[in-house]
Each structure stands twice: as structure tokens, then as C-alpha cells.
């Protein structure tokens, strides 16, 4: 089975992401055992940032990290998991709050889709890139 870097190397929605987790120095992390839960946000959602973010980002490796990796929680949680909790803690340390109400939201970005299984772990593909805070 893929691992998490595979999967998202292979998807053309991800450009943008793969990117970014190279120049945050972050793919050997995300290949490592984990499992992790990634909250993975696809090119349109990186489009919405203002305009220059991610270039801004790209060239500010640590704070790129830390953005990063509050898109990561260090467990594999699928969907049935996530619908019976308020909030998880990402890898930067920050609650990431859920909400499985209506849809399924992560702070303030929905999931399009989910449960996408790697070998070390899960994607839960998002609309919105979530920051801290």
C-alpha cells in the first residue's frame, strides 16, 4: 500500500501541497511508520489564501512547517473515529476542532472527501487550508 507522500505525489489536486511539504523539509516524516491522520488541502484551497501566501510561506521554512503540520494528527483516525469527538491535537500541538453535525468539517474547511487509507496512515482531503488559532 501507498504511503501518505505516495498518494499525494500521485494526485494532481496536491501539487501544491507536495510542494510545500518538500520545501518545509517534511517528507521524510510524512513516509515515515506514523500512523498519522492527514487533513490534506488541494490546490483549489491553497488558491484561496491571499494572493502571495504560499510563495510568502515557501521562503519561511519553519513557519511553513508549523502550518503544515497542524494539518497532522499523530494516530490514523478515519471518519467513524473523528464523528465521535469535539477536537483533536495536531502534530504542531493546537486543537483542531470537528464537527460531524451536518457534514463533515474540520475548523473551517469541509472534507471532500475521506477515509483515502495509506500504509501509515489516512487523508481526509479538505476545501480549506485551516490555520492555528
Sequence with gaps: MPTIVDIAVNNDNFKTLVAAVQAANLVDVLQ?????TVFAPTDDAF???PPGTVTTLVQNPPQLARILTYHVVAEKLMKADLEKVDSVISVEGSPITIDCSDSFEVKNATVIMADIEADNGVIHVIDNVILMG
Excluded at 515515515?32 to 498519522?36: A, H, K, L, M, T
Design 32 to 36: 515515515s511508520e506514523g500512523p498519522f
Design 47 to 49: 488558491a484561496k489564501l
